[in-house]
T-cell receptor, first 116, second 110 residues
Framework: GAVVSQHPSWVICKSGTSVKIECRSL??????MFWYRQFPKQSLMLMAT?????????EQGVEKDKFLINHASLTLSTLTVTSAHPEDSSFYIC????????????FGEGSRLTVL | RKEVEQDPGPFNVPEGATVAFNCTYS??????FFWYRQDCRKEPKLLMS?????NEDGRFTAQLNRASQYISLLIRDSKLSDSATYLC???????????WGAGTKLIIKP
């Protein structure tokens, strides 16, 4: 099946620094990628929808200047958490839709961010 | 009211039993429905899509009730390995944005 690779799996950083998370579709082209955040024992919360070659669409309440999303190619989207603070500590997951198929999303392995 | 709601559980079920979860959704225009399984600290993995006519995959059966706006997942002959959190997801719009329930935690006991 389709594979989505997400890196890094774990990251610990100091408060105030920026962290970049990459999401790659390895064997398909992803015109659309989604970024989620999940706090412990809570549901996946959609942060933004990323379309290749255009600006991301952010969900209400998500600061676009803090969570920078770039989808420069059909196989790569990046999420940069700028000036991270402890409250940004969470599990970030990307998913991608294969342009050849409908419905199913393929997920990256997730990135666990801890901000000290 | 949340767009997608699930009973958080946990459901503690003996091995071999049958267990069922429901998931309600508020957007009557939703067209696509899914059940995902999420193990602790892992990404969700698609378990099955839910079709209008209902569908079955081995021990798993999914049903859609449009009139009452809920989907269900039935697991028969439960195994220890079925222990996980089961997330339902419902599409919003045509861009395959999925809205997620908070998940139902299932614990299968020997």
């Amino acid at each position: 099946g389709a594979v989505v690779s997400q890196h890094p799996s774990w990251v610990i950083c100091k408060s105030g620094t920026s962290v970049k998370i990459e999401c790659r579709s390895l064997d398909f082209q992803a015109t659309t990628m989604f970024w989620y955040r999940q706090f412990p024992k809570q549901s996946l919360m959609l942060m933004a929808t990323s379309n290749e070659g255009s600006k991301a669409t952010y969900e209400q309440g998500v600061e676009k200047d803090k969570f920078l999303i770039n989808h420069a190619s059909l196989t790569l989207s990046t999420l940069t958490v700028t000036s991270a603070h402890p409250e940004d500590s969470s599990f970030y997951i990307c998913s991608a839709r294969d342009r050849r198929f409908t419905g199913e999303l393929f997920f990256g392995e997730g990135s666990r961010l801890t901000v000290l | 009211r949340k767009e997608v709601e699930q009973d958080p559980g946990p459901f503690n079920v003996p091995e071999g039993a049958t267990v069922a979860f429901n998931c309600t959704y508020s957007n009557s225009a939703s067209q696509s429905f899914f059940w995902y399984r999420q193990d602790c600290r892992k990404e969700p993995k698609l378990l099955m899509s839910v079709y209008s006519s209902g569908n079955e995959d081995g021990r798993f059966t999914a049903q859609l009730n449009r009139a009452s706006q809920y989907i269900s997942l039935l697991i028969r002959d439960s195994k220890l390995s079925d222990s996980a959190t089961y997330l339902c997801a419902v599409n919003r719009g045509s861009n395959y944005q999925l809205i997620w329930g908070a998940g139902t935690k299932l614990i299968i006991k020997p």
